[in-house]
């Protein structure tokens, strides 16, 4: 028996909790005549010996727990002669993915909560995610609360856009998403009786009230009846 060509991927680079596929092809003389080609798969090293998926086919796929080196081995034999080859698949550590609203709207002098969410590969392992907020820019500067969570909130001073970022770190890697938050002007609130009851040729007071956000800076409310 004259052994043939095994065709292989040398290298594959995965993503740690995500499948993870090996084909290889293999070609024969033929030999011995009335044997079949058998497949086998091992795992030669790993960071986290993973359970292989088909493992006597030419393909093979498996879930790496962990991010490191994979190595695999797969074994041709054709009943007289066998070969194998070695696969090595990588599996880098991913940076945190962030999901934040891209933007919000506030009213000046009521809180504002900004809240977003973050997914990781789990690695490296026995780290956990950080996050921290930071103000990139605004009209005045507000204090913010629960820097250290995915949930911010603040009370912006004056009207304006306010831009948020928030940065996750797995310890290794990190990532960063902005939020813009628009606080535009609010008109006044007018509140007044509906109805008030008088008497002919006396003098009848109204007496409304009104309520605002501050909006613009440095003016006073006006009013006028009609």
């Avoid at 991927?9 to 044997?35: E, F, H, M, R």
């Avoid at 500067?141 to 928030?166: D, H, I, K, N």
């Amino acid at each position: 028996s004259e052994w043939g060509t095994l065709v292989e991927q040398l290298k594959l680079t995965g993503i740690a909790k995500q499948n993870v596929s090996v084909a290889c092809s293999v070609t024969d003389d033929g030999q011995p005549v009335g044997k079949s080609l058998t497949a086998n798969w091992t795992v030669v090293s790993s960071p986290a010996t993973p359970a292989l998926n088909s493992p006597q086919s030419l393909t093979t796929a498996f879930v790496p727990s962990v991010a490191g080196t994979y190595v695999l081995r797969l074994t041709v034999s054709d009943g007289d002669l066998s070969s194998f080859k070695d696969v090595t698949v990588s599996v880098p550590n991913q940076a945190p993915v962030i999901s934040c609203p891209g933007s919000l709207n506030g009213v000046a002098k009521q809180s504002i909560s900004v809240t977003c969410s973050a997914t990781d590969d789990g690695q490296p392992v026995g780290k956990s995610l950080t996050p921290s907020w930071a103000v990139v820019s605004s009209p005045a500067t507000p204090a913010l609360s629960g820097q250290q969570s995915l949930t911010a909130q603040f009370v912006p001073s004056v009207m304006g856009t306010y831009v948020l970022r928030l940065t996750v770190s797995d310890g290794a890697l990190s990532s960063s998403k902005d939020v813009t938050v628009t606080v535009p002007n609010q008109a006044p609130v007018v509140s007044c009786p509906a109805t008030v009851n008088g008497v002919a040729k006396e003098t009848v007071s109204v007496t409304c009230s009104t309520t605002d956000d501050g909006q613009p800076v440095g003016k006073a409310l006006t009013q006028n009846w009609l």
